[in-house]
């Protein structure tokens, strides 16, 4: 079975301060690690995307995320967050074989001006 | 690029009413999904279909039923509203292999009174 940890459920931040947001994930091999972000009343999008080689990701609005394999982890990160980032952020896992992605319960990330 | 329409955006539903959801989507995508979205619940799959035709059983079926007529629509009846019941349902499309991103559409917001 997989699954997806995002262990905190709202994050606050001020303006211009670094972010990461946490993401675990349970699966026996090498999974598909996703990123996405969602605004008010709009569907999910994509941020970033991680499948193998190098283990620092760079999506877009400067998102970055770093996969490891012994901590079974995909963090999100932003050097400087704007508050235009504000949105809630989701984790998700794909495997091979699989047509069913399995995603976390979402960050809600508020920024402070 | 593509886009996914759903319709109506605002559903309004009394106890006991049978109420349907419809998505189109013009990517040309195989696989298309219904997840219902509840606040601190995450995203929940209900069902998904891999092809036209296709209909499997997602996490949170019971409730619900689907319909594939054809390959660019995928709707989702909701068989018997549940009284105060409020939830955002997303459809969304995707290639079908593991190593690609979903494309979600916008949401119907639900409410039951």
């Known amino acids: 079975a997989q699954s997806v940890t995002q262990p905190d459920a709202r994050v606050t931040v001020s303006e211009g301060a670094s972010l990461q947001l946490r993401c675990k994930y349970s699966?026996?091999?090498?999974?598909?690690l996703f990123w996405y972000v969602q605004y008010p009343r709009q569907g999910l999008q994509l941020l970033l995307k991680?499948?193998?080689?190098?283990?620092v990701v760079q999506g877009v609005n400067s998102f970055e995320a770093e996969f490891s394999k012994s901590n079974s982890s995909f963090h999100l990160q932003k050097a400087s967050v704007h508050w235009s980032d504000s949105a809630v952020y989701f984790c998700a896992l794909s495997s091979g074989g699989n047509y069913k992605p399995t995603f976390g319960k979402g960050t809600s990330l508020v920024v402070h001006p | 690029g593509g886009i996914i329409t759903q319709t109506p955006k605002f559903l309004i539903g009394q106890e006991g009413q049978k109420l349907t959801l419809k998505c189109q989507q013009n990517f040309n995508h195989d696989t298309m999904y219904w997840y219902r979205q509840d606040s601190g619940k995450g995203l929940r799959l209900i069902y998904y279909s891999i092809t036209e035709n296709d209909l499997q059983k997602g996490d949170l079926s019971e409730g619900y039923d689907a319909s594939r007529e054809k390959k660019s629509s995928f709707s989702l009846t909701v068989t018997s509203a549940q009284k105060n019941e409020m939830a955002v349902f997303l459809c969304?499309?995707?290639?079908?292999?593991?190593?690609?991103?979903?494309?979600f559409g916008k949401g119907t917001r639900l409410t039951v009174v």
């Open positions: 699966y026996s091999a090498t999974p598909y």
């Open positions: 969304a499309s995707s290639i079908g292999t593991a190593n690609t991103e979903v494309f």
């Open positions: 991680y499948y193998s080689g190098d283990p």
